[in-house]
């Protein structure tokens, strides 16, 4: 009767020991796959802040590349602006040159004019005088 007791007591520890094992064995697989789950959902965050992150810095290069297009164009018009208001004022002086060419001009034509007809009153009076002297000149001959 001791015997069998003692028999199952062994028994009973020898159950308990694997039960034991299998436990430990259970909670160490347990706890690997909880710290490969851990591990793994850090990864995703990791590369979803990565995702993340280049996304922010895609956009921030597209706008810093549209400001300096907009300011390139705007560079351009300004340039474009001030090139034509250079050649309109050239125009403007090219014609204001011109009027007061023509205006002297004018004036020399008219002048000279003016110096031609005073000549030819000079000399027809010289004329007219040189005609009555010798009229005179004539008369007192006679």
């Not at 034991?20 to 706890?31: F, G, L, P, V, W």
């Not at 909880?34 to 802040?49: G, L, R």
């Amino acid at each position: 009767k001791k015997k069998k007791k003692k028999q199952a007591e062994e028994e009973e520890e020898e159950e308990d020991e694997v039960e034991e094992k299998k436990s430990k064995k259970d909670k160490k697989k347990k706890k690997k796959a909880v710290e490969e789950e851990e591990v793994e959902e850090e990864q995703e965050e990791e590369t979803t802040k990565k995702k993340k992150k280049k996304k922010k810095q895609q956009v921030e290069d597209e706008e810093e590349e549209e400001v300096q297009d907009e300011e390139e164009t705007s560079k351009k018009k300004k340039k474009k602006k001030k090139q034509v208001e250079e050649e309109e004022e050239e125009v403007q002086q090219e014609e204001e040159t011109s009027k007061k060419k023509k205006k002297k001009k004018k004036k020399q034509a008219e002048e000279e004019e003016e110096k031609e007809v005073q000549e030819e009153e000079e000399t027809s009076k010289k004329k007219k005088k040189k005609k009555k002297k010798q009229a005179e000149e004539e008369e007192e001959e006679e």
